[in-house]
């Protein structure tokens, strides 16, 4: 069995009990670049950002993507930041 993990204009709509339910779900997966969630709760927005495994969130809005901030993923979407001042950390032993 192969997992890909998506790169393009894909939307994914599922059904939830609660959050959960959506968190674990979003997190069962050897991927991790991107997540987005859209709520009009604020403690939920800090609540479920803190426990979703992705290296980048977007949250009310689609375009997460932009040369100042640090791009890139986790787990097997790899570890390296691309953009910003970080760029090249991630290639570097730092003393």
Do not use: C, W
């Amino acid at each position: 069995m192969y997992i890909l993990e998506i790169l393009g204009t894909i939307l994914s709509v599922l059904s939830f009990t609660d959050e959960h339910d959506v968190i674990e779900r979003a997190n069962d997966t050897p991927y991790g670049l991107a997540t987005y969630y859209f709520t009009q709760n604020a403690n939920r927005l800090f609540r479920v950002s803190e426990q979703l495994k992705a290296g980048i969130i977007g949250i009310n809005n689609g375009m997460i993507s932009h040369a100042n901030i640090p791009f890139g993923g986790v787990k097997e979407s790899g570890i390296v930041r691309e953009g910003a001042d970080i760029r090249l950390d991630a290639y570097l032993e730092i003393k």
